[in-house]
């Protein structure tokens, strides 16, 4: 394996224009590290990413409102504590701009940049059999020639933009939140309408509300919120969390979620009254530990489910107004945790202001986009200067299914995972040698966990596992199809004894027509996961096939 610091284009006798040991796809978070790494351990490598510089999820989303809902002291890397106390966050939940430029940071302090290819998106890989190495092309038609292609694309990345008939004859603007435009864009006076409620729309809408002349939402399925509380950092503040950098590198790992809360409680060893305290001390935390370390038991116990959605409805009925907010807003038809918990600021009280409208779509839904604005079903028309489309991602796989990637027999990613979704263990495909994911489906971080937290682990295990080919003089790693059904029965069994496999969400990818339904992420915790990945390694891989 080559010298990483070899980044001439060559010819090869591929035809290639470029040689590598490895190619790694995306420059975020996953990204970045894994290059880190396999550069430490000397390899050749380079990373490519469509972007124009590092950031990943944070260089795309940057829509009005986007901020973490994950702690920033713990939406850090952990592998170096210089790193980690060299950065100091402003705030409990810091904006875009503030986590691009920490991700920034990170590239600098690490010398990455020369390592990566920007603009330069990945179209093609196809696996050569005889030679064990992908054979890949760029957009702009290069071919790079690579023993190991790792993906590091994002789980939420593939955004669903062309969702409404007629959206090319409107005469505004049109824009999708995960592809906003790095120039401001002025909303005032302008009639705006926002289509979808998750996360990423409801921090739209409590932002620009008080910017806007109007603002429609449209409405399908309600979502329960949680309000954050983002408190200020000061010096102190700073000094406190950098000071729990040993605390955090050990715990967060292990933990359910990879968040730095876990359970604390059970349902059953408490009376009423202390269940009602301990609901209403763990809202007041201002983050998303209702949800990811309230009770365990509201995620396979329905009657559990339904107090705690009731805690939660409660809450949001004593902040609107009227019984038709409650009844478009509040939702009735799933349990609070079986669909993504969004945080907000005043996002409720968003709808009492005179220039904003909720407008229901769920039985009368959205026909078409035509020139004026929006359509729905019954006829009724709402002018629009802008269409803002939060409507989501076609998660876990779509970044990679629309790359044409070929494993052997010319067997195809995309149709494969059109038939089944299936990986092993959210690291690599049956049929797709050589090839590693991160953030894809059956693995905690293609949904449940806090990213930087399943990301460092996939990434780690990868590099391990390249290394071991290397020490052992091995070139091919790939699951035997027996580890991969073995896997997918467990990630599935784990999946069904909880309420999320019940529900419709992009959780089961059930936003995309036509896309197999399976729990996308896996559900038996972070920590567990670890576990089972650490002993698969710690095994000499069994269950993959290595040469």
Not at 302 to 329: N, Q, W
Not at 424 to 436: A, I, K, R
Request: with cysteine; aromatic share 10%; glycine share 8%.
């Amino acid at each position: 394996m080559g010298n990483s610091s070899d980044t001439a284009a060559r010819p090869t006798e591929t035809g290639a224009t470029r040689s590598l040991d490895a190619l790694i796809i995306g420059a975020g978070v996953a990204g970045l590290y894994q290059l880190h790494q396999l550069r430490e351990l000397g390899l050749d490598v380079c990373a490519c990413d469509a972007a124009t510089d590092v950031g990943g999820t944070w260089y795309w989303n940057r829509y009005p409102g986007a901020r973490f809902d994950s702690e920033a002291y713990i939406y850090q890397y952990l592998f170096s504590e210089d790193l980690y106390k060299g950065w100091s966050w402003s705030e409990r939940f810091p904006a875009q701009p503030e986590i691009e430029r920490w991700l920034h940071y990170i590239a600098d302090r690490l010398d990455l940049r020369r390592s990566i290819r920007f603009s330069t998106a990945i179209v093609e890989a196809v696996y050569d059999e005889s030679a064990r190495r992908w054979r890949v092309r760029t957009d702009s038609g290069e071919i790079i020639d690579t023993r190991f292609l790792i993906t590091c694309c994002g789980m939420l990345s593939a955004p669903l933009s062309n969702v409404f008939e007629g959206q090319e004859t409107f005469g505004g603007r049109i824009f999708h939140t995960a592809r906003w435009p790095k120039e401001p864009v002025d909303f005032a006076g302008k009639r705006v309408g926002v289509v979808g409620i998750g996360a990423t729309g409801i921090q739209v809408i409590q932002t620009i509300a008080d910017k806007v002349g109007e603002l429609k939402v449209f409405v399908r399925t309600p979502q329960y919120v949680l309000p954050m509380k983002n408190p200020k950092y000061g010096p102190e503040d700073v000094a406190a969390y950098k000071g729990r950098f040993e605390e955090l590198k050990a715990t967060l790992p292990h933990t359910f979620t990879g968040f730095e809360y876990d359970f604390e409680h059970r349902w059953a060893e408490l009376d009423p009254a202390q269940r009602r305290q301990a609901l209403e001390n763990i809202h007041d935390n201002g983050s998303l530990k209702l949800w990811l370390a309230g009770f365990a038991e509201m995620f396979f116990d329905e009657e559990v489910s339904e107090a705690v959605s009731e805690f939660v409805r409660e809450k949001m009925r004593a902040r609107l107004k009227d019984d038709r907010l409650r009844d478009i807003l509040i939702p009735k038809e799933y349990g609070f945790g079986t669909h993504r918990v969004p945080l907000e600021t005043n996002y409720l009280e968003v709808y009492h202001r005179p220039n904003v409208e909720a407008v229901p779509v769920k039985d009368n839904p959205i026909r078409r986009i035509v020139p004026e604005g929006v359509e729905l079903a019954d006829g009724s028309l709402y002018a629009l200067d802008v269409i803002i489309l939060a409507t989501g991602f076609d998660a876990g796989t779509g970044a990679l299914t629309r790359i044409d990637i070929r494993g052997r027999g010319g067997r195809s990613l995309k149709e494969d995972w059109g038939r089944d979704i299936r990986t092993t263990m959210g690291l690599q495909v049956h049929g797709y040698p050589n090839m590693f994911t991160t953030g894809v489906p059956l693995a905690p971080s293609a949904a449940l966990c806090n990213m930087t937290t399943c990301l460092q682990q996939q990434t780690e295990w990868i590099t391990q596992c390249i290394r071991h080919l290397r020490d052992t003089g091995r070139t091919e790693i790939e699951p035997t199809a027996a580890a991969e059904n073995a896997w997918v029965a467990h990630h599935d069994e784990v999946a069904a004894a909880n309420l999320i496999s019940r529900t419709n969400s992009w959780y089961l990818g059930s936003n995309v027509p036509g896309k197999p339904r399976r729990v996308l992420s896996y559900t038996g915790g972070v920590g567990p996961y670890r576990q089972k990945c650490s002993e698969a390694a710690a095994g000499g891989y069994a269950g993959f096939s290595i040469r």
